[in-house]
């Protein structure tokens, strides 16, 4: 059974630094991408990060470019993200997510199979 | 940067009822969409994807159609347990980029 398991998330003041962790079981953790989507309270979904298998390639939604960073260690199937200069705005619940490619191998376009249960994320003074 | 439009913002149905929801992006994701179904309390679950494709485990009532901008996933005879929020998403080819438009709540009138 695919589990993942966030931790990390507390109150936090406006420019603070906090760390969250996704602990991942039941698949091979090293064959796959993974992301960080976050959850404002009351309001919709947005992506947040990616990062590839071997941890070679890195992505961001603008709104957190320069100020967050995504990592990994494979080694303990686990997942990172680093979040500096928090704001307000970045308070939301915090998901790790497994993406998969779907239908065709080799061009199929990739969708969230499996998400955590959250980790919550407050920045206030 | 493509924008994903979901319509309407909420609808009241009853069980029984067929729903209807609607997923417009601002330039064309060929079949590159999914639609996901969130209960409170709960983390999102994929339904459908490649705009018409049910997940593992998804039930037929469920199903989900379009290509280019325009998306709509329907389901036929709405349960008790269907009356959530659905957020359909894309994501861009390069950089990789993933979208969600701004959900559709589906309550009980």
């Known amino acids: 059974e695919v589990q993942l398991v966030e931790s990390g998330g507390v109150v936090v003041q406006p420019g603070g630094s906090l760390r969250l962790s996704c602990a991942a079981s039941?698949?091979?953790?090293?064959?796959?991408?993974m992301h960080w989507v976050r959850q404002a309270p009351g309001k919709g979904l947005e992506w947040v990060s990616l990062i590839s298998w071997d941890g070679g390639s890195t992505y961001y939604a603008d709104s957190v470019k320069g100020r967050f960073t995504i990592s990994r260690d494979n080694s303990k199937n686990s997942l990172y993200l680093q979040m500096n200069s928090l704001r307000t705005e970045d308070t939301a619940l915090y998901y790790c997510?497994?993406?998969?490619?779907?239908?065709?191998?080799?061009?199929?376009?990739?969708?969230?199979?499996?998400w955590g249960q959250g980790t919550l994320v407050t920045v206030s003074s | 940067e493509i924008v994903l439009t979901q319509s309407p913002a909420t609808l009241s149905l009853s069980p029984g009822e067929r729903a209807t929801l609607s997923c417009r992006a601002s330039?064309?994701?060929?079949?590159?969409l999914a639609w996901y179904q969130q209960k409170p309390g709960q983390a999102p679950r994929l339904l459908i994807y490649?705009?018409?494709n049910r997940a593992t485990g998804i039930p037929a009532r469920f199903s989900g159609s379009g290509s280019g901008t325009d998306f709509t996933l329907t389901i036929s005879s709405l349960e008790p347990e269907d009356f959530a929020v659905y957020y359909c998403?894309?994501?861009?080819?390069?950089?990789?980029?993933?979208?969600f438009g701004q959900g559709t709540k589906l309550e009980i009138k």
């Open positions: 490649d705009a018409s």
């Open positions: 997510a497994k993406a998969r490619r779907y239908g065709d191998p080799y061009s199929g376009a990739y969708y969230f199979d499996y």
């Open positions: 330039q064309s994701v060929s079949s590159y």
């Open positions: 039941g698949f091979t953790f090293d064959d796959y991408t």
């Open positions: 998403q894309q994501r861009s080819n390069w950089p990789p980029k993933y979208t």
